[in-house]
C-alpha cells in the first residue's frame, strides 16, 4: 500500500473534496452536470423502459371511468375534444376581441400559432416525481414545451430537455409551480371562476375561490371541470383540462373563500404509459415579420 | 468484488428504481422505497473497505444524476454530490459496526438499510439546506423533506428484504466470501 502512486493514494480525498465542493457550488457552475445526466438516462432507459411497459401490463393505468364499454369512452373523449376546442375558441375570441382593440391603438398582434402533436411513450420516472421522455431538441422541445394525456388531460411541462431525452415536471408534482385555472360553473361554461391551484404532492392540487368573484346563482359544486387559464402558459395549452374538483372543504380561517381539491381525469399522471407533447407547428422566430 | 458483476446488477436495480417509484410511491408524494440502499449496504456488508467506499461512491453519483431538483422557473437542474456523499457516510457507518453483524441474515440487511439510508438522506437534506442558506433558486422545504425521506428510509426496509434474497444468491458472483462464521446459513 505505501508504493501506491500518489494519485491512487489520494484518489478518495479528493473525490470527496469534489464531491463537497460540487455540491455546494452555484448552480450556473453545474450545467455540465447535463451532459452526465443525460448520458445516464440513456444508459439507464434500456433497462428501465421494458420493465415500465410490463408493470403498465400488470398494473393498467387507472382511467377516468373502467365501466364505460371502448365505444362509450371514444365518445366521451371526442365530447372532451370538442368541448376543449369550444372553450378554446370561445377564450381565443375574447383574447383577439382586446387584440383587435389594441390594434386600433397601434399595437402588434401576435400570430396565431398551430400546435403539432407527438406521442411519446413514458420510460420510466426519476427521483422526484419527474417522467422520462425519449425524445428532445431534435424534435423541437424546449424547456416549457406543453405535454398533454388523452389529447386534452395537462400533465406539465417539459422542465430539462437535451440532444435525445427531457424530464417532464406533472402538474400534480409538489415541486411544481402554482397555476391559474377557471372553475367551469355550467355545462356550457359560460359561467367561470378563477382560482390558483397549488400543487400538494398526493396527485391533486388545492385552490381557493373568491365567493365575490361567483355568481350568486352559480355555486361551486364537486364534479365540475377545471380547466388551465394561465398567462404563464402558452396561448395553445389554455384551456386544457386540469381535472374535476374532487372535494369542497371548508376554509375556517377566511370563510368566504372555498378552498376546493382538484384531481386529474387521470388518477396518477406519473403512470401514464403515453403523453402527447405539443409544439408549435411554425417556429416563432420565423414567423415574426408576418401578420 | 466482481466490478463487471456489480456494473451489471446496479444497472438493472436503478432500472427497478427509475420504473417502481410511482407504483411503491405512498400516495403522498415522494415518499417511496430505495433499490439502490439495500445494493450499497449489501456491498459495505461484503466488499472490502477501500471496494465498498468506491462502490457507495458510484452508486450516489448516478443517484444524483438520476435525481433532478426543481428548479423555481419551472426547470429543473442536477446537483452531483449530495447523495455520493450521503451514501458514502452511510456506508462508513456499515463499516464501522459489520464486525458485530450477522452478515447472512436478511433482517441484517434490513435494519442497516434503514439506517444506512436515514444517514445519507440526513446528509442530502443537510447539503441542499445549507444552500438554500444563500439565493438558492430550488424548491425546496427541509421540514417537509426530513418527512418525507424518514418515511422512505422506513419503506426502503421492506426492499432490502426482498431484495436481500437475491442479493444473498448472488453473493458468489460478486466474489464475496465471509469468512465469519454465521448461524443462519452455510458458506456456499
Redesign the interface.
Known amino acids: 500500500m505505501q508504493h501506491q502512486p500518489l494519485i491512487v493514494r489520494w484518489s478518495?480525498p479528493i473525490?470527496?473534496a469534489a464531491?463537497?465542493?460540487?455540491?455546494?457550488s452555484p448552480?450556473g457552475w453545474?450545467t455540465w452536470?447535463?451532459w452526465?445526466?443525460a448520458q445516464?438516462?440513456v444508459?439507464?432507459s434500456p433497462?428501465?423502459?421494458p420493465?415500465?411497459i410490463t408493470?403498465n401490463m400488470i398494473?393498467p393505468p387507472a382511467i377516468s371511468d373502467p365501466d364505460a364499454s371502448e365505444g362509450e369512452r371514444t365518445i366521451r373523449a371526442e365530447l372532451d375534444r370538442v368541448r376543449t376546442q369550444l372553450l378554446q375558441t370561445r377564450n381565443e375570441n375574447d383574447r383577439l376581441s382586446g387584440l383587435i382593440d389594441q390594434f386600433s391603438r397601434g399595437a402588434d398582434i401576435m400570430p396565431n400559432l398551430d400546435v403539432r402533436q407527438i406521442p411519446r411513450p413514458r420510460i420510466?420516472?426519476?427521483?422526484?416525481?419527474?417522467l422520462?421522455i425519449r425524445t428532445g431538441q431534435i424534435e423541437g422541445l424546449t424547456?416549457?414545451t406543453v405535454v398533454v394525456v388523452d389529447a386534452v388531460q395537462l400533465l406539465g411541462?417539459v422542465?430539462?430537455v437535451d440532444g435525445k431525452t427531457s424530464?417532464v415536471?406533472p402538474i400534480t408534482?409538489?415541486?411544481?409551480?402554482q397555476i391559474q385555472a377557471t372553475v367551469l360553473l355550467n355545462e356550457s361554461g359560460s359561467e367561470q371562476a378563477i382560482c390558483l391551484l397549488t400543487p400538494?404532492?398526493?396527485?391533486t392540487l388545492r385552490g381557493e375561490i373568491a365567493r365575490s368573484a361567483v355568481d350568486e346563482a352559480w355555486q361551486v359544486e364537486i364534479g365540475q371541470e377545471v380547466r388551465l387559464l394561465d398567462s404563464q402558459w402558452p396561448q395553445h395549452a389554455q384551456m386544457l383540462m386540469i381535472g374535476t374538483i374532487e372535494r369542497i372543504e371548508r376554509n375556517d380561517i377566511q370563510p368566504l373563500r372555498q378552498r376546493i381539491i382538484v384531481r386529474p381525469t387521470v388518477a396518477?399522471l406519473?403512470?401514464v404509459p403515453e403523453v402527447i407533447l405539443r409544439l408549435p407547428a411554425i417556429d416563432p422566430s420565423q414567423s415574426g415579420g408576418n401578420p | 468484488m466482481n466490478w463487471f458483476v456489480f456494473a451489471f446488477v446496479a444497472?438493472?436495480i436503478?432500472?427497478?428504481?427509475?420504473?417502481?417509484?410511482?407504483?411503491f410511491?405512498a400516495?403522498?408524494?415522494?415518499v417511496h422505497p430505495s433499490m439502490v440502499i439495500p445494493l450499497m449496504a449489501f456491498c459495505a456488508l461484503y466488499a472490502s473497505r477501500?471496494q465498498a467506499?468506491?462502490a457507495a461512491?458510484i452508486l450516489g453519483?448516478?443517484?444524483d444524476?438520476?435525481?433532478?431538483?426543481?428548479?423555481?422557473d419551472?426547470?429543473?437542474?442536477?446537483?452531483?454530490?449530495?447523495y455520493?456523499?450521503g451514501y458514502?457516510l452511510a456506508c462508513h457507518f456499515i463499516l464501522a459496526i459489520r464486525g458485530s453483524l450477522i452478515r447472512r441474515n436478511p433482517l441484517t440487511l434490513v435494519i442497516i438499510s434503514i439506517a444506512s439510508s436515514f444517514i445519507a438522506q440526513v446528509v442530502v437534506i443537510a447539503?441542499f439546506t445549507?444552500?438554500d442558506l444563500g439565493s438558492n433558486?430550488?424548491?425546496w422545504d427541509a421540514g417537509?423533506q426530513l418527512v418525507q425521506r424518514s418515511f422512505s428510509s422506513l419503506y426502503t426496509g421492506l426492499s432490502a428484504l426482498v431484495l436481500s434474497i437475491l442479493f444473498f444468491a448472488l453473493a458468489p458472483a460478486f466474489g464475496f466470501h465471509s469468512s465469519v462464521p454465521t448461524r443462519f446459513a452455510r458458506h456456499i
Open positions: 478518495m473525490t470527496i464531491l463537497f465542493i460540487f455540491s455546494l448552480i453545474t452536470t447535463n452526465f445526466a445516464t438516462r444508459i439507464i433497462i428501465a423502459h420493465i415500465t408493470i398494473i420510466s420516472s426519476l427521483v422526484g416525481d419527474f422520462f424547456q416549457g411541462k422542465s430539462r424530464t415536471l408534482a409538489k415541486s411544481a409551480q400538494l404532492g398526493d396527485g396518477d406519473r403512470m | 444497472w438493472i436503478f432500472g427497478l428504481e427509475l420504473a417502481l417509484i410511482p407504483i410511491d400516495g403522498s408524494g415522494g477501500k467506499l468506491w461512491i453519483i448516478f443517484m444524476l438520476v435525481s433532478p431538483m426543481a428548479h423555481l419551472g426547470g429543473s437542474v442536477v446537483i452531483v454530490g449530495p455520493a456523499l458514502l447539503i445549507a444552500r433558486p430550488l424548491v417537509d
